[in-house]
């Protein structure tokens, strides 16, 4: 059983920086495909990023493409996504998740585990 625990999580202006964190322990973190999506009150979870095993391919949604950035650190167990100009629209709860495999890494029920999420406030 993986557990994956998200922090960094708070409370931003509009066109500020905020880094989020991913951990996992319990499994070998190198074979995980790791995501990262988001859940606004009222709307459906979302696609944010995704990061190969190796970090050596990363691919984006639509609405963050260009101003955010995931990474991984497999020393560390830890993945993460750097966000910049966030907007009021950002804001939400961000979920980390890996899955075993996967042949479509935008959709969320390929995703074996999840974190518990953590909150992202973006105030205008």
């Known amino acids: 059983q993986v557990l994956l625990v998200e922090s960094g999580g708070g409370l931003v202006q509009a066109g500020g920086s905020l880094s989020l964190s991913c951990t996992a322990s319990g499994g070998p973190f190198n074979t995980l495909r790791m995501g990262w999506f988001r859940q606004a009150p009222m709307k459906e979870r979302e696609f944010v990023a995704f990061?190969?095993?190796?970090?050596?391919?990363?691919y984006y949604g639509d609405s963050v493409r260009g101003r955010f950035t995931i990474s991984r650190d497999n020393a560390k167990n830890t993945m993460y996504l750097q966000m910049n100009s966030l907007k009021p629209e950002d804001t939400a709860i961000y979920y980390c998740a890996a899955a075993k495999d996967i042949w479509f890494f935008a959709k969320e029920s390929m995703y074996d585990y999840w974190g518990q999420g953590t909150q992202v406030t973006v105030s205008s």
């Open positions: 990061v190969t095993q190796s970090g050596s391919r990363t």
